[in-house]
């Protein structure tokens, strides 16, 4: 019986995304928090696929697919916070926040 874990490449390409996005915010006038709002989904997307290629990469029927419960945890861990920065941005507290600032 062969084991495949899912959820550490996700992990992995939502921790480099992350690090080119706040690149990306430190060399331009753009600002993290705006591309991380709109990019977010991306995360939930990588995922499924990465649960379906594990499956599909498994010709035989004695594999066990388990899901990396600490990778997959941190995920979403940044997606309900980028969730959480959105809706403060809706809201206007992120503006009133930056016009303080």
């Known amino acids: 019986m062969k084991i495949r874990r899912v959820g550490t490449i996700t992990l992995a390409v939502s921790l480099i995304s992350l690090g ?23 995360a939930l ?3 499924g696929l990465e649960i379906l290629w594990a499956r599909f ?26 969730l959480g920065l959105y809706t403060l941005l809706e809201i206007g507290i992120i503006d009133r926040l930056k016009a303080t600032m």
């Open 45 to 47: 997307i990588m995922l």
């Open 20 to 42: 080119i996005l706040i690149f990306i915010s430190q060399i331009s006038n753009t600002y993290t928090l705006d591309l991380a709002l709109k990019l977010w989904p991306l």
């Open 57 to 82: 990469m498994s010709k035989e029927d004695d594999v066990v697919i388990k899901y990396d419960v600490f990778s997959m945890f941190l995920v979403f861990i940044v997606l309900f916070t980028n």
